[in-house]
């Protein structure tokens, strides 16, 4: 079998569709569909069962996933030890970054890192937290910029910082005077949420359970911009954290009584080799939190390294 028949299988399994693998792997999905039959001929047994639009594995393409996922990154790994004797920063580096953190702490400063490291080969992509860890472990990324904790073997997590929560309400609410509040007084009040899989999603219920303040949820959304319009229309209240202030336009921010923050950090694969691209993003990551996130507690140390 071939190498890339592995990483065109697994991006299958991972995405559980053969148009987004094809996108994220900048294919056509016929040049896909074919290298995939191929594998299996090659195999002699199918790896997936089609469902009208959607697909699982079969228990051979089961049986084949975690096999095929060693090899992506032992093949990663060792690329990346390669790359690594040669001098300089150089080399390709493939970073995932959720919705919440992309537009308010990467894509802003992101040509920075351009300008510094002009050999290193850049790819980003924005995923929730869910996705961002599959290609981790798929070896399809090198690093991810995620919410915090993250409870995973797999997994080795570097704490950047901790940033306050605030409670986002339209400008002529009738709290947007308050200097602060508490989350109990906001019994009557529509919470407006980001959907399952995003971990601002879970901050958010977890700062309400720990207040006791059971708040009735009445939209949900994959975009925090969408979000911020019906705040400022009045349609209803959410938490924010201050890394998204600056988006906030027509919002009132009010911050939250207690230590309400949120985690951020960035994720590798604990077996994966970590190359000097890898090495400098880090670095770099830790330039800009002090600037991002202005009324958060410094930058504290990492929680592995």
């Not at 939190?289 to 507690?297: F, G, I, L, Y």
Request: proline share 6%; glycine share 6%.
């Amino acid at each position: 079998m071939e190498f890339h028949q592995l990483r065109y299988f697994c991006a299958v399994a991972r995405t559980g569709s053969f148009t987004r693998a094809a996108e994220e792997l900048g294919i056509t999905q016929p040049s896909l569909s074919q290298q995939i039959r191929a594998l299996e001929q090659r195999i002699g047994y199918p790896l997936f069962e089609r469902l009208g639009r959607s697909i699982r594995l079969t228990e051979y393409g089961e049986q084949l996933r975690l096999p095929a996922i060693e090899i992506l990154n032992q093949v990663a790994g060792a690329k990346s030890s390669l790359a690594n004797l040669q001098e300089g920063v150089r080399g390709k580096l493939r970073v995932g970054v959720i919705p919440t953190i992309m537009p308010y702490l990467i894509a802003p400063r992101i040509g920075d890192f351009l300008a510094r490291f002009p050999d290193v080969d850049l790819q980003l992509r924005e995923e929730t937290t869910v996705r961002l860890l599959e290609g981790l472990q798929s070896g399809d990324l090198d690093i991810a910029v995620s919410g915090l904790p993250m409870r995973n073997p797999d997994i080795v997590c570097s704490e950047l910082a901790r940033e306050p929560l605030f409670l986002a309400v339209a400008d002529d609410h009738p709290l947007a005077r308050q200097k602060g509040i508490d989350l109990p007084c906001l019994r009557s009040e529509r919470l407006l949420l980001l959907k399952e899989g995003h971990c601002l999603r879970e901050d958010v219920l977890m700062t309400c359970r720990r207040a006791k303040a059971d708040l009735p949820s009445v939209f949900e959304t994959d975009q925090l911009a969408s979000i911020f319009q019906l705040v400022k229309s009045g349609f209803g209240v959410t938490v924010v954290p201050a890394m998204a202030s600056s988006h906030a336009t027509g919002c009132k921010l009010i911050p939250l009584h207690g230590s309400n923050v949120r985690r951020i950090g960035y994720l590798r694969a604990r077996r994966h080799f970590v190359s000097k691209p890898m090495r400098a993003f880090t670095t770099w990551l830790r330039t800009l939190v002090p600037r991002s996130t202005e009324k958060a507690p410094k930058v504290i140390a990492a929680c592995a390294s």
